[in-house]
T-cell receptor, first 113, second 114 residues
Framework: DAKTTQPPSMDCAEGRAANLPCNHS???????VYWYRQIHSQGPQYIIH???NNETNEMASLIITEDRKSSTLILPHATLRDTAVYYC??????????????FGQGTRLTINP | DAGVTQSPTHLIKTRGQQVTLRCSPK?????VSWYQQALGQGPQFIFQ???????QRGNFPDRFSGHQFPNYSSELNVNALLLGDSALYLC?????????????FGNGTRLTVT
């Protein structure tokens, strides 16, 4: 399974964009990058995923570098409710058992008023 | 549209006992997996069920077993509980219809072994 590297913690001011980096230099060509977040005492919440192209949904944007070795999750206008641990995960291809997600330590994002 | 539901939310057991945790997948999902999350750590994959069979297993001993029912709901059983089994147990579901269907997680069962 491809390994990801994330900073252990980050701070961001409320209302500003939060940019969370992730390195996944050993990613394979058919592996997707997934982002989840976990607010205290809740289960992980799916945010977004992508393969090669940049993706955007109602929660966030995902920017993947051309060589796919790193990505950035962008929360455009962070609120206090975005305070959580954010996990960047490289998901194995379906043939390898796509429900096995390998979680690292994640990035603890704190949004400050 | 109900998401993934788990029961109970909290449970206290004594070392050596057995426990059963339950999970109902999100509507439209047919694949279920279980994760264990120790305090301060990321979730760890236990196993996955599809078509009522265990399809993949993580690095967990045989004391951890499961079952999937025809309605896609699932149970996680842990025998001979150890203090180290204290953790948040998470259930996740997805649809087999779409490759790379995102996993959706429940809020977990907090198990405390004393």
């Amino acid at each position: 399974d491809a390994k990801t590297t994330q900073p252990p913690s980050m701070d961001c001011a409320e209302g500003r964009a939060a940019n969370l980096p992730c390195n996944h230099s050993t990613i394979s060509g058919n592996e997707y990058v997934y982002w989840y977040r976990q607010i205290h005492s809740q289960g992980p919440q799916y945010i977004i995923h992508g393969l090669k192209n940049n993706e955007t949904n109602e929660m966030a944007s995902l920017i993947i570098t051309e060589d796919r070795k790193s990505s950035t999750l962008i929360l455009p206008h962070a609120t206090l409710r975005d305070t959580a641990v954010y996990y960047c995960i490289v998901r194995p291809s379906f043939s390898q058992g796509a429900q096995k997600l390998v979680f690292g330590q994640g990035t603890r994002l704190t949004i400050n008023p | 549209d109900a998401g993934v539901t788990q029961s109970p939310t909290h449970l206290i057991k004594t070392r050596g006992q057995q426990v059963t945790l339950r999970c109902s997948p999100k509507s439209g999902h047919d694949t279920v997996s279980w994760y264990q999350q120790a305090l301060g750590q990321g979730p760890q994959f236990i196993f996955q069920y599809y078509e009522e069979e265990e399809r993949q297993r993580g690095n967990f001993p045989d004391r951890f077993s499961g079952h999937q029912f025809p309605n896609y709901s699932s149970e996680l059983n842990v025998n001979a509980l150890l203090l180290g089994d204290s953790a948040l147990y998470l259930c996740a579901s997805s649809s087999s219809d779409r490759e790379n269907s995102p996993l959706h997680f429940g809020n977990g069962t907090r198990l405390t072994v004393t």
